[in-house]
């Protein structure tokens, strides 16, 4: 058998405890540690880079296209303003009263024996209540009865179109004065009237019917 003599055995064992101090090791993982996280914050500069080029374009295009959505948004606001004008407008028309259909409602309800001395009317700002007042002469046989004619003619006609009109004598007298009509002379009395109605459309017969039905079971 072979005798063998390790001279190195000293040196060798130097080494390898060299190779395993635990001091390099740690400096190993240490290095190794330290690359990963230089890797990883790279990595998230990188991103971050990219964020930061994609948020400039986007400031790039909104400050392109701001001063066109604030111009469209001061003109929606104008359109808003006129369309809301033009809305109160529409219900100022439609609500308001006109006195020409009145009036020729009036001019067909005055007979030969009636002349229209003054007339003083007034409609309420929401237009669905209007006051009339009517100073009128009436010349006839009967000049009262003329007057009172008149009168029932004017409610009947005014109840065709508008609804609760009331037609109401505030003043009826004879005059001492005769005027000539027809060659005729002729008793006058002078006559005052209140008329009042609403400018809404009377109510249907039917809706009158319901009405009057509880009225009748009574």
Not at 20 to 29: C, F, N, Q, S, T
Not at 142 to 155: G, K, M, N, V
Request: negative net charge; aromatic residues 8%.
């Amino acid at each position: 058998m072979a005798l063998q003599l390790n001279l190195l055995h000293e040196e060798i064992t130097e080494q390898r405890q060299r190779q395993r101090d635990p001091l390099k090791l740690g400096i190993y993982a240490l290095v190794a540690f330290g690359t990963l996280l230089f890797l990883w914050y790279g990595w998230n500069a990188y991103q971050t880079i990219q964020t930061r080029n994609q948020l400039r374009e986007v400031e790039a295009e909104w400050n392109k296209v701001e001063p066109k959505v604030t111009a469209a948004q001061k003109r929606a606001t104008e359109l808003r303003k006129i369309i809301d004008s033009t809305k109160l407008l529409d219900g100022i028309i439609d609500n308001r009263f006109y006195w020409a259909p009145f009036l020729a409602q009036l001019a067909g309800c005055v007979s030969p024996e009636i002349q229209i001395i003054s007339l003083d009317g007034n409609a309420a700002s929401d237009g669905n209540s209007v006051t009339v007042g009517l100073e009128g002469l009436s010349a006839a046989t009967e000049p009262r009865a003329a007057a009172e004619q008149f009168r029932q003619t004017l409610t009947e006609e005014l109840g065709k179109k508008y609804r609760n009109a009331k037609v109401e004598f505030r003043n009826l007298e004879d005059l001492d004065t005769v005027v000539n009509l027809a060659g005729v002379p002729t008793s006058t009395a002078r006559f005052v009237v209140n008329v009042s109605f609403e400018t809404k459309a009377p109510a249907p017969d039917s809706e009158k019917v319901t009405a009057t039905q509880p009225e009748a079971q009574k």
